[in-house]
């Protein structure tokens, strides 16, 4: 059974901007909701502080979001190849909502494990979803230009760029405001509220369909293909998530840094430049995009660890902003190439199943770090994640840019 696109202009008796509006309004949603998800970063020893709980408890709630992301990722991803683009979308809105309000009226553990676990729900709602929706909004209003990187770009950027911009309001919050716990979180609720009002008038892409379908298909010989996508979105965001949950600790260790700004300004460059480095890519295949970011990638990782040894912030900032272009570019070749493995009428379910692998990722080695310091000083235990993770990295990505040319022998 395929999915039918919704007609291009059908009275609706609604209020309801075209397909090229809904576009932005629907990357402005997915970007405000990662970031909300990373907000979190700077404020981690004030949350320890107000209710007095260990580094331990600091890591489990990290984890909660991931936990949360890849149940909805597993479990809900596939949904809007059911029910329709939009209904999914707005309903990770929802969720987000109601994490911010916990956040904001619970700070204690109970509540963050809560709120941190819900965040993970909106984001599994929301990612393989408003990926593919953007793909949609962009065929409805470009229907002669299908084939253009634009919304593989712009989901790229929402990701990343979302990821970035968290950290860095959150750090201003928390370095000039009197309840950055509050503040921070009634200020990402208001957000997301707005972003719901802009999705409910952003038009539906599918008709929605009822019966059984494929949550995961791939076309003919597409499992090294996407193996090798989702490989690659796993090192890319093992790299982002251990230096953006360490790299507090990093800077207080290591770098005798305690600003609270800086915990923000740090990941910030470090997302930001996964962002913005995409434009560099822009007319790049998706093979050219995996080779950069294996390159990129181990030579950021390679400065961290050289920071570390002999500590100096900017090298460490200069370090940053290479491991995250490289991820990024990382990032975006293995969303590229999950698109081209995907069967049509079960792209959110495929995507859905990229982004569990990425967020498992995410999540995995900061916990694997954290217990590698009980017995390894922080610059070597560094060392060896670099080596293992870039390892990793440049098999996935290898395999990843030649899928093509394995797939036509």
Request: charged share 10%; hydrophobic share 55%; net charge positive.
């Amino acid at each position: 059974m395929t999915v039918v696109p919704a007609p291009e202009a059908v009275p609706r008796g609604r209020l309801e901007v075209s397909h090229r509006t809904g576009f932005w309004f629907a990357a402005v949603a997915f970007t405000i909701l990662m970031a909300f998800g990373t907000a979190p970063t700077p404020l981690w020893p004030l949350y320890a502080a107000h209710d007095g709980f260990s580094t331990t408890m600091l890591t489990v709630a990290f984890a909660m979001m991931v936990i949360g992301a890849s149940v909805a990722f597993a479990c809900f991803g596939h949904l809007s190849d059911l029910f329709g683009r939009r209904v999914v979308t707005a309903s990770s809105l929802v969720v987000a909502i109601v994490a911010s309000v916990t956040l904001a009226l619970w700070p204690e553990l109970p509540g963050l494990l809560l709120g941190r676990f819900l965040n993970g729900i909106s984001t599994g709602l929301m990612a393989s979803t408003a990926t593919v929706y953007l793909h949609d909004l962009h065929d409805h209003a470009r229907p002669h230009h299908a084939s253009s990187p634009l919304p593989a770009v712009v989901s790229t950027m929402a990701t990343l760029g979302g990821l970035a911009l968290g950290p860095l309001v959150a750090g201003c919050v928390a370095q000039w405001s009197t309840d950055p716990l509050l503040i921070t979180q009634a200020g990402f609720g208001l957000a997301l509220l707005l972003c719901l009002g802009l999705v409910l008038v952003t038009p539906e892409t599918l008709e929605r369909r009822t019966g059984a379908k494929s949550r995961f298909s791939l076309v003919h010989r597409g499992h090294l293909g996407f193996s090798a996508a989702s490989g690659a979105a796993f090192f890319s965001f093992a790299i982002l998530g251990l230096l953006s949950a360490m790299g507090a600790k990093m800077l207080q260790d290591e770098l005798h840094l305690g600003s609270h700004f800086m915990a923000g300004f740090a990941p910030f460059l470090m997302f930001g430049a996964s962002a913005l480095g995409l434009l560099l890519l822009w007319s790049f295949s998706v093979g050219q995009t995996l080779v950069t970011g294996m390159v990129v990638a181990p030579i950021g990782l390679a400065l961290v660890v050289v920071s570390l040894v002999h500590p100096l912030l900017w090298l460490y900032l200069l370090a940053l902003v290479l491991a995250g272009a490289g991820c990024g570019a990382l990032f975006k070749g293995g969303v590229g190439r999950t698109h081209s493995v995907a069967v049509p009428h079960a792209r959110a379910g495929v995507l859905a199943m990229f982004f569990v692998i990425a967020y498992l990722g995410m999540g995995l080695p900061p916990i694997l770090f954290s217990i590698t310091l009980a017995s390894a000083g922080l610059a070597a235990a560094m060392a060896v994640f670099a080596v293992v993770l870039s390892i990793g990295a440049v098999i996935a990505a290898t395999i990843g840019a030649r899928w093509r040319a394995v797939e036509q022998g």
